[in-house]
């Protein structure tokens, strides 16, 4: 599962871009109790989702007409130039060029070969989230995707990431699990994330392939009601999660998809 000892390959920041970040913390600090700490004039509107003191996340406004409101993961990288480079050999494109944020880091965004975006954070002063894997915070990634297979060899070019199938006790299927380079097959605890055919998951095939960011939650029935009473929506009600809890798929109020899962400790 994700924790904050971030190496190469593994999630270390989330954030949302929305058109409107007033709703948004709203949504948020009712559904996870998040508040948000504005980065300051410098950060451009950029600021931090924090719970006790401790950031979860990133937020900023996007003008609608930059695209809708979305989550979007970030994986670590040691060189953010040579994974924009990585991801034009391996087919991707990239969004945003790679750029340094402050004495914070560098940054870039990309899409991969059948259209899913993500980012790579390079760690200066800010080495990643303060918390993962705890409820009310990043717990655990799914990327849908329209060829498995292409995209498992994408990110395995560009980071690393190394993945295999575990076969759930309950009779769902295998599921994919990816997790960081060099930690090795027989450590599934340290698989941070799954692949999901978007054919297989028809609550995310209409919006096509993406990374989805689940947070952890202590009672998913309250979250989901919770959700719904804050004016988000359920795209996919509660259910089992290969093996790893249960989970269910939602939309905040300006339709950024994310999902929430209460873990059955242990994992895979």
């Known amino acids: 599962m994700l924790t904050t000892r971030f190496v190469t390959g593994s999630p270390n920041w989330v954030d949302l871009g929305t058109p409107d970040l007033g709703g948004a913390r709203s949504f948020y600090q009712g559904l996870f109790g998040w508040t948000f700490q504005d980065a300051g004039p410098e950060a451009g509107g950029y600021g931090m989702f924090q719970r006790e003191g401790r950031t979860v996340a990133g937020g900023m406004t996007v003008p609608p007409e930059r695209g809708g409101s979305a989550w ?10 040579a994974a924009a480079t990585a991801v034009r050999a391996g087919g991707g494109s990239v969004t945003l060029e790679p750029m340094d944020v402050l004495d914070l880091g560098r940054m870039a965004l990309f899409t991969d070969p059948t259209g899913a975006g993500f980012g790579v954070w390079q760690p200066g002063e800010n080495k990643g989230l303060d918390v993962v894997g705890e409820a009310n915070a990043l717990s655990w990634t799914e990327l849908y995707t329209s060829d498995p297979v292409a995209d498992l060899s994408f990110y395995d070019l560009v980071f690393g990431m190394e993945a ?3 076969a759930p006790a ?3 299927g295998a599921y994919t699990l990816i997790q960081p380079p060099g930690t090795g097959l027989a450590s599934p605890s340290e698989a941070f994330g799954g692949v999901v055919p978007l054919a297989d998951d028809p609550a995310e095939a209409a919006d096509g392939p993406s990374w989805t960011p689940y947070f952890e939650v202590d009672d998913l029935e309250a979250g989901v009601a919770e959700a719904e009473r804050l004016g988000g929506k359920v795209r996919r009600g509660p259910s089992d999660l ?7 798929k939602l939309t905040d109020p300006y339709g ?4 929430v899962l209460h873990s059955t400790r242990g994992g895979v």
């Open 72 to 81: 979007t993961l970030y994986f670590q990288s040691p060189d953010a130039d």
């Open 242 to 248: 290969a093996g790893l809890g249960r989970c269910a």
């Open 256 to 259: 950024a998809r994310f999902a």
């Open 164 to 166: 295999h199938t575990a």
């Open 170 to 172: 309950e009779p769902a």
